[in-house]
């Protein structure tokens, strides 16, 4: 990869950084001494984009043949995440792998790295406080417009949708769900749009499903900002409801989710959903790392395109590695590109 990277010495904000060597340019430690530690911390294992995503780090620290700490879990809970990433700095890392799940709460833990010389990269989620080296996520703007894109258009304009938030504490719910309401009030506003925030919690989503489709008997789409967590669910009640109409079908619901997940491509497959918005947990894994081993080696970057179909943004507190997402539907489902048609492999 040549991803072009800089050296400079660590300063409150990104600042302004001269042009170094490319990503292809060794290391900077000693000739046969051991790799700078890397500390990593799993934030969940309750979907299969998580569940995946596990399994692409531990892929990729072989790969990349990275010297790393013993793996953390933090199963989506703030507390143990505060604790695991306390006991990891511990042990002094060069740089750490972290995905902090509260968003707007961030700054203290951030700073506790940063008086440690600890670098922060953070995957799936961007922190809104506290000095990060790189974000590694996609634009999730981009999701809540892409799904109100297709919704709008498959349904011409017109119906119900009904909107599965994620939690609104977490960047990445606000964003989806403030771009979609935004591009649905632009462009279609003869869509009602029926927000229901659910914590990134199944039993809450299909519960709250239940009660919109119990009151809303007219609904026509639903979006799911989340498919490993919302998928199974939202299939359970509609065909308990026996709402599961395949596509092409009369009385068939549109729906859009977010992950890339395989089974719902399975479900695209099957007809029961129309398209998902690809979250690339095997580009997520790779680039965290990337970054991390950079960082513990003392390169920095700059804004702008990368040799790996993305771009670098500047943030507030640091930068942001956009990766790359697509929409997934009937016509492109079998891409072998996708990383859940590649999995198992």
């Given at each position: ?13 990104a ?11 060794g ?8 790799p700078?530690?890397i ?8 979907s299969d984009?998580w569940?995946?995503?596990?399994k ?25 995440f ?9 042990r ?47 634009d999730?703007r ?26 609104l ?14 591009c ?7 869509i ?13 989503a299909?519960g ?21 967590v ?39 497959r ?8 690809n ?16 960082a ?7 804004p ?13 507190n640091?930068?942001?590695?956009q990766?790359?997402?697509a ?19």
């Amino acid at each position: 990869m040549n991803t072009r990277t800089t050296r400079t010495t660590r300063a409150g904000g990104a600042g302004v950084l001269l042009i170094g060597c490319l990503s292809a340019c060794g290391g900077l430690s000693a000739p046969g001494s051991a790799p700078p530690q890397i500390g990593i911390d799993v934030p969940r294992a309750d979907s299969d984009f998580w569940k995946a995503y596990a399994k692409y780090i531990q892929q990729e620290i072989t790969e990349q043949h990275l010297n790393v700490l013993p793996l953390t879990h933090s199963n989506g809970d703030e507390d143990t995440f505060a604790k695991n990433v306390q006991s990891l700095a511990s042990r002094h890392p060069k740089s750490v792998v972290i995905a902090p799940q509260n968003t707007r709460n961030s700054d203290a833990l951030l700073g506790r790295l940063w008086a440690d010389n600890v670098h922060a990269v953070s995957v799936d989620t961007e922190p809104e406080h506290g000095e990060v080296y790189m974000v590694v996520r996609t634009d999730n703007r981009s999701y809540g417009t892409k799904a109100c894109e297709f919704l709008g258009r498959q349904l011409r304009g017109k119906g119900k949708v009904a909107e599965l938030q994620g939690s609104l504490d977490s960047i990445n719910g606000y964003e989806r769900s403030e771009a979609f309401g935004t591009c649905m009030r632009r462009g279609f506003p003869g869509i009602e749009v029926i927000a229901l925030p659910t914590e990134w919690k199944g039993d809450v989503a299909a519960g709250k499903l239940q009660a919109t489709l119990a009151a809303n008997p007219d609904l026509n789409g639903i979006y799911m900002q989340a498919g490993g967590v919302f998928l199974q669910p939202t299939l359970d009640v509609l065909r308990q409801k026996g709402l599961l109409k395949p596509a092409g079908q009369p009385g068939h619901l549109t729906i859009v989710s977010n992950d890339g997940i395989p089974a719902e491509l399975d479900a695209i497959r099957r007809g029961e959903i129309d398209a998902t918005v690809n979250q690339p947990a095997d580009l997520y894994a790779k680039y965290a790392l990337f970054y991390a081993q950079a960082a513990a080696e003392g390169r920095t970057f700059q804004p702008g395109p990368t040799d790996h179909n993305s771009t670098i943004v500047q943030l507030p507190n640091g930068l942001e590695d956009q990766v790359p997402s697509a929409l997934i539907t009937r016509d492109n489902v079998d891409d072998k590109s996708l990383w859940a048609n590649n999995l198992d492999k």
